[in-house]
C-alpha cells in the first residue's frame, strides 16, 4: 500500500537553527503533498500545501519565510524551519496522496517532532 | 484555521463496550475521512466516505456520511484494548490539488478498560 516517509523523527537543536524535514512518498507519486502542525493534545492544523514545480500554499497565519517549502520531485517535499525558537517546538506531518488513482485518500507519514532548546 | 467538532471529547469505557463519536461542520465536505492516532505517530487511516449517506464498514468499525454532508459518525463495536487512541474526523472538499486539504476534528480520546 501507499507509504509515507518522513525523516528524521526526532530533533533536537538550539534556537536560532534552521531544521529541515523531509516527508518522501515511496511507492507513488505526489504532485502535491501537505504539511501540518500538531501541539500536544491537540489536533492537526494544516500549515500548507506544498505543490511540484511550483510555489507552496500557504494556510492564513504561516510565515511562508520562517516555513520554507520545497517539492522539486514528484516524491519529496522538504520543510525547512528557519531560525528555530522554542514556540516552534511541535510534532511536524506531512500528507501525500497518489496521484495516479482514483479515489485514494491521503496518507501520513510518522511525523517529526521538533524540540527547539 | 478551521475545526471540526468532536464528541465526546474523550471516554473511558469496558473491553467489549461499543463506542460511538461523531463529527459535525458547520459547512459541506465532498469526503469524509476517520483517522486512528497512537502517541507520537501519524494517523493511520481507517475508513473513507465519499457518498452523502454512505454506510461503510472494515472490521469493527463502521462509519458513515452524513445525508446533510456536514457531519459524520464513527462506531466501534465490541472494543478490545488496542483501540485506545485518538480518533479524528477530517473533512475534504475534493481529490486533486489545494481541494484535497484536510481539516481535522478536534479529537476524541479513547481509553479502554480490562
Known amino acids: 500500500g501507499a507509504v509515507v516517509s518522513q525523516h528524521p523523527s526526532w530533533v533536537i537543536c538550539k534556537s536560532g537553527t534552521s531544521v529541515k524535514i523531509e516527508c518522501r512518498s515511496l511507492?507513488?507519486?505526489?504532485?502535491?503533498m501537505f504539511w501540518y502542525r500538531q501541539f500536544p493534545k491537540q489536533s492537526l492544523m494544516l500549515m500548507a500545501t506544498?505543490?511540484?514545480?511550483?510555489?507552496?500554499?500557504?494556510e492564513q497565519g504561516v510565515e511562508k519565510d520562517k516555513f520554507l517549502i520545497n517539492h522539486a520531485s514528484l516524491t519529496l517535499s522538504t520543510l525547512t524551519v528557519t531560525s528555530a525558537h522554542p514556540e516552534d517546538s511541535s510534532f511536524y506531518i506531512c500528507?501525500?496522496?497518489?496521484?495516479?488513482?482514483?479515489?485514494?485518500?491521503?496518507?501520513f507519514g510518522d511525523g517529526t517532532r521538533l524540540s527547539i532548546l | 484555521g478551521q475545526q471540526l467538532n468532536q464528541s465526546p471529547q474523550s471516554m473511558f469505557i469496558q473491553e467489549g463496550e461499543d463506542v460511538s463519536m461523531n463529527c459535525t461542520s458547520s459547512?459541506?465536505?465532498?469526503?469524509w475521512l476517520w483517522y486512528k492516532q497512537d502517541p507520537g505517530e501519524g494517523p493511520v487511516l481507517l475508513i473513507a466516505?465519499?457518498?452523502?449517506?454512505e454506510l461503510t464498514s472494515n472490521g469493527r468499525l463502521t462509519a458513515q456520511f452524513g445525508i446533510t454532508r456536514k457531519d459524520s459518525f464513527l462506531n466501534i463495536s465490541a472494543s478490545i484494548p488496542s483501540d485506545v487512541g485518538i480518533y479524528f474526523c477530517?473533512?475534504?472538499?475534493?481529490?486533486?490539488?489545494?481541494?484535497?486539504?484536510?481539516?481535522f476534528g478536534t479529537g476524541t480520546r479513547l481509553q479502554v478498560t480490562l
Open positions: 500528507s501525500a496522496r497518489d496521484q495516479g488513482a482514483s479515489n485514494q485518500p491521503q496518507h
Open positions: 477530517a473533512g475534504q472538499l475534493g481529490l486533486s490539488g489545494t481541494a484535497s486539504k484536510l481539516t
Open positions: 506544498s505543490n511540484e514545480g511550483s510555489k507552496a500554499t500557504y
Open positions: 466516505l465519499y457518498k452523502a449517506g
Open positions: 511507492d507513488f507519486q505526489a504532485t502535491t
Open positions: 459547512s459541506i465536505f465532498n469526503t
